[in-house]
């Protein structure tokens, strides 16, 4: 791996040497593990004039090859494990010659760029805007292997929740069950906090789990999603409690299911991303649901559960192959209730038969 971060720092440095800086501090703990792998809570990297230095607060763990940082960096423990990172990193630039360094703006607090001008005023500040979240976007095999191994520990755990009985437990028992089911089965935790929603609250989007009990005839929607050596997946289902489905649970079912076959087949290289919203949004606003529908189909995954590409109406730019997204189609009905399908796959060509799906577990209206 230590080749792959040094080629993902030097595409870096070729960004800011562009954009007239010899030096670059990322402070973003995504875009720090991107660059640097593993590093301390509050690490920053210092691409340097002369040397590239991952400035830490403690020391790394060094415990397994996937807790250590890339080994072809110097790394600089603070004396005293005091003080910011980020400022002795303004430091060490300055010492190596540098007069500019581009700092990661949309991160860096206001009082942390005072700071640095404070101890480094030769210093000319610039800005390296998501450069570096753009160079996450199109994910290598390594990426995606840490991302399938999460999808197949989320799929797991929910598998083994719908085999255990539901009616009288609450959504909250529910969640923290899922939780540990991730982490029984080698998740480094969840992704993002589980959400279990039951009868009203189904399908609502970014649910979080209440004291409300499963009862007979509810649908059930779960979105949840390991964590997988720094990677995040989604998976998100729904099912019906107890008895057969009720004629308007079908017909909502069918119909969001649809939606969501829609967008998936739509995951090809260079597909507009509004155009794979639009393909699972007309289905639902076709059927009278506008007014109901989520602001988002589906986004990036990767080192953080959202990232780029967003799957939106106004979304901007086209899908490159080994991108990963999900696909989240969902309607929810106020006091009924409502349907969310969920799913994590990789943009593939269709040479390569097309979209790889992550998530498994079966998309089939279930009656639990």
């Known amino acids: 791996m230590s080749e792959v971060y040094a080629i993902r720092r030097t595409r870096l440095r070729d960004c800011c040497t562009a954009a007239g800086s010899a030096a670059a501090l990322v402070s973003r703990p995504a ?11 509050g690490a920053v990297l210092l691409l ?4 590239d230095v991952l400035v830490c607060a403690g020391p790394p763990d060094d415990r397994s090859p996937h807790t250590r940082p890339d080994e072809s960096l110097r790394i600089h423990v603070m004396p005293g494990l005091t003080g910011d990172p980020a400022i002795a990193a303004a430091s060490l630039a300055l010492a190596q010659g540098t007069d500019s360094l581009a700092v990661e703006e949309h991160h860096l607090t206001v009082t942390r ?26 994910k290598d095999e390594e990426e995606i292997s840490c991302l399938r191994i999460g999808a197949e520990i989320a799929d797991q755990a929910l598998g083994e929740l719908l085999e255990s009985i539901l009616v009288g437990r609450t959504e909250r028992h529910l969640a923290l069950e899922l939780e540990r089911r991730l982490v029984d089965h080698g998740a480094d935790g969840p992704a993002f906090p589980t959400s279990v929603a039951t009868g009203p609250n189904a399908g609502r989007p970014g649910h979080r789990p209440t004291d409300r009990r499963v009862e007979e005839g509810d649908f059930l929607s779960v979105c949840l999603g ?3 050596r720094g990677y995040r997946c989604e998976i998100g289902r729904t099912f019906v409690i107890g008895t057969a489905p009720a004629g308007w649970q079908i017909e909502l079912y069918d119909l969001v299911f649809s939606a969501q076959r829609a967008g998936r087949e739509s ?7 509004r155009d794979v919203d639009r393909a699972a949004r007309q289905v639902l606003d076709s059927a009278g649901y506008a007014e109901a529908l989520h602001a988002v189909t589906g986004h990036g995954v990767g080192l953080e559960i ?23 189609p969902g309607v929810h009905l106020p006091g009924r209730g409502g349907v969310r399908i969920d799913d994590t796959l990789v943009v ?9 799906l992550l998530t498994i577990t079966t998309k089939e209206l279930l009656a639990l």
């Open 31 to 41: 875009n720090v593990r991107y660059l640097a792998g593993a590093a301390p809570d």
């Open 226 to 228: 390991a964590t997988y």
């Open 113 to 138: 760029h005072r700071e640095i001008r404070s101890v480094a005023p030769r210093l000319r500040l610039t800005g390296i805007a998501g450069a570096v979240e753009q160079l996450r976007v199109v």
């Open 267 to 273: 995951l090809v290289p260079g597909a507009a991303c």
């Open 306 to 328: 959202d990232e780029d590409p967003q799957l939106t109406p106004a979304a901007m730019g086209k899908l490159d192959a080994c991108v990963p997204v999900t696909v989240e």
């Open 348 to 356: 593939r060509p269709e040479a390569d038969g097309g979209p790889e």
């Open 48 to 51: 340097g004039r002369t040397e």
